[in-house]
């Protein structure tokens, strides 16, 4: 073992390695992360990822990423990418990249020892006919009427359905195993079929593609795998996976464990349906930061670390579980609260005039960055005689508890000046349209000269230096707390949220910001965490707002643990 061995467990997977490392049973771990390039990876593979490639550094061993394209109909140049550079974003580094595709000749020659071991033979019933015969769990299978063909006409058939003499569908490869075998994936499981379909990498060199459960466990063979990590959906397919493994010559022995995957709440994690939102125009794109797809989330604002936080936190185990989308929200507000520089922007401006501030005057406010990090500083911002506020920070007719600005009322702009509202100016509609205020002189640095009291303050740009800038608040995909379980009848278009977007055009940011890359993120003051989407330009700036300032995550544990 070497030294970054940790010496407690803190999941069954954990142990697991410490007990084949402490025995012998494996010198060196080797794991794998296995997509198959059929679409963009999403937050569940994360934590896929996370594991894989983090048990490797842990113990000392590596990882490989490896590219699961068996089955030519959807895969994609575009996906094969995407993963690559999601999962280096990410912050890890693979040992070898893979591709199944190179083993295909490897698959065929271990197909051909099943076959020969009578282990194996040429099925031509209908898939139709292959489901019913397949009995339930409380009925056994039927025998295929094929099943008994000789090595020789086995032999042959299936070197006919590779050189493409055979039309699809009329016949596959099966496994020889136990029609009556109470777990299902053992009765004469489906191992090879026909496509004449070209394959991205071995284009038109093969006409019978292997299914996954035949080919997944052979592929970790060749690469010494020791480590098979996986979902626990196959947990049921351990026995054929361990039955292929034992019934040919591979040159090792790999096992496989699984582990509950990641759901998150008002959220779908299937690539088949993100295809779908992506290919019906209900989202902009694979990377709509909506999406649960990690460059989704990349590009609403969430920084690899966070996500590894978040995979960590989650932990592993072996029973399937739902996680509350505001944990994974918790996680990135509290590494922004700590990391994010403070700005100011208003996003619904409502013009505010400083009667007795001299026109043409601008003075600089020195303002802090992170008061949670003095380190960091603090910037001069400008404070002149016209100024935007929040529209919802102004009310004509307050309520009892409204400690913002309203007629008559005093507050304070921040790092600035009290200011009292003096007049308000409307439209003919009848809408606010300005507000006349005067300011205290004395008052800078935002303390009243004779400790007067004033509760509210509120942030603000000076409307000749701000900058304009689209900002898009974003919400649940979907309306559906648990998205794995929806009503009779309905499918997970009817639980699309209407309002997951919302745009707004005419928002004022301080002086600067407008040129801040996507990579740079902020605290807009009072409102919640943002960056520049990609989208964005100094011209014309656009800004994510990646979480909101309040933490319904947190106030529900606190809530939880007093009572
Ligand atoms: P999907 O159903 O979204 O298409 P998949 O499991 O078919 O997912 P693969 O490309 O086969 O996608 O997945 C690669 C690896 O990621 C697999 O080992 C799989 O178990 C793991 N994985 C996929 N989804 C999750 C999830 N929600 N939580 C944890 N691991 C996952
Ligand atoms: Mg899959």
Not at 115 to 120: C, P, Q, S, W, Y
Not at 221 to 248: K, M, Q
Request: proline content about 6%; aromatic content about 10%; glycine content about 6%.
């Amino acid at each position: 073992m070497t030294d970054t061995t940790p010496s407690k467990a803190s999941n069954f997977i954990e142990q697991i390695i410490m007990d084949d490392l402490t025995s012998g049973r494996v010198e060196k771990i080797r794991t794998r992360f296995p997509p198959e390039p059929n679409g963009y990876l999403h937050i569940g593979h994360a934590k896929s990822i996370c594991l894989n490639f983090g048990l490797a550094e842990q113990f000392g061993g590596t990882c490989n990423l490896r590219f699961d394209d068996t089955n030519p109909e959807k895969e994609e140049e575009e996906y094969v990418n995407s993963i690559m550079e999601d999962v280096s974003w990410l912050g890890f580094k693979w040992d070898r990249l893979c591709y199944a595709s190179d083993y295909f000749q490897q698959f065929y020659e271990w197909a051909l020892e099943l076959i020969r071991d009578g282990k194996a033979y040429v099925d031509h019933q209908s898939a139709d006919e292959i489901r019913e015969t397949r009995g339930t769990l409380t009925r056994p299978g039927k025998n295929s009427p094929y099943r008994e063909r000789t090595v020789e006409e086995n032999l042959s058939l299936f070197e006919s359905m590779k050189r493409g003499e055979i039309e699809e569908g009329a016949c596959v490869l099966r496994a020889k195993i136990d029609m009556a075998n109470p777990n299902l994936n053992m009765r004469d499981p489906v191992l090879y079929r026909i496509m004449h379909r070209d394959h991205l990498r071995t284009g038109g060199e093969w006409c019978i593609y292997p299914m996954y459960d035949f080919a997944h466990g052979y592929e970790d063979a060749i690469e010494g795998v020791t480590h098979s990590i996986c979902t626990l959906e196959f947990e049921d397919h351990r026995p054929l996976y361990d039955w292929l493994i034992d019934n040919v010559s591979v040159p090792s022995r790999p096992r496989q464990y699984e582990f509950a995957r990641l759901n998150l709440t008002y959220t779908v994690m299937s690539k088949r349906l993100l295809l779908i939102l992506v290919n019906e125009g209900l989202v902009s794109g694979w990377n709509d930061p909506r999406m649960p797809t990690i460059s989704g989330i990349r590009r609403r604002g969430y920084t690899p670390s966070a996500i590894r936080a978040f995979c960590r936190e989650i932990g592993v185990a072996k029973a399937n579980s739902m996680v509350d989308i505001e944990f994974l929200h918790h996680v990135i507000r509290e590494e922004l609260n700590s990391d994010a520089k403070r700005v100011m922007a208003v996003l619904e401006p409502l013009k505010v005039v400083i009667e007795n501030y001299p026109e043409g005057k601008t003075e600089m406010i020195e303002a802090e960055n992170n008061p949670e990090r003095p380190e960091d500083g603090t910037r001069q911002l400008p404070f002149s005689r016209e100024l935007y506020i929040e529209r919802e920070d102004f009310m004509e007719e307050p309520p009892k508890k409204f400690f913002r600005l309203s007629p008559g009322k005093e507050v304070r702009l921040k790092h600035a000046y009290l200011i009292t509202c003096t007049e308000v100016i409307k439209n003919e509609e009848g809408e606010v349209v300005e507000l006349r205020c005067v300011y205290d002189p004395e008052s800078r640095g935002g303390e009243a000269p004779d400790g007067r009291r004033v509760k509210g303050t509120l942030h603000w740009v000076s409307a000749a230096h701000g900058e304009r800038a689209e900002v898009r608040l974003y919400d649940h995909l979907f309306t559906r707390r648990d998205m794995s379980d929806l009503e009779e009848g309905k499918t997970f278009r009817d639980y699309i949220n209407p309002d997951s977007l919302r745009t707004l055009k005419n928002c004022i940011l301080e002086p600067g910001l407008g040129a801040a890359s996507p990579r740079e993120r902020f605290q807009f003051l009072r409102q919640g965490y943002f960056c520049a989407d990609r989208d964005s330009t100094p011209d014309r700036p656009v800004f994510n707002r990646t979480v909101a300032l309040k933490d319904s995550w947190a106030k529900t544990v606190q809530k939880d643990q007093t009572n």
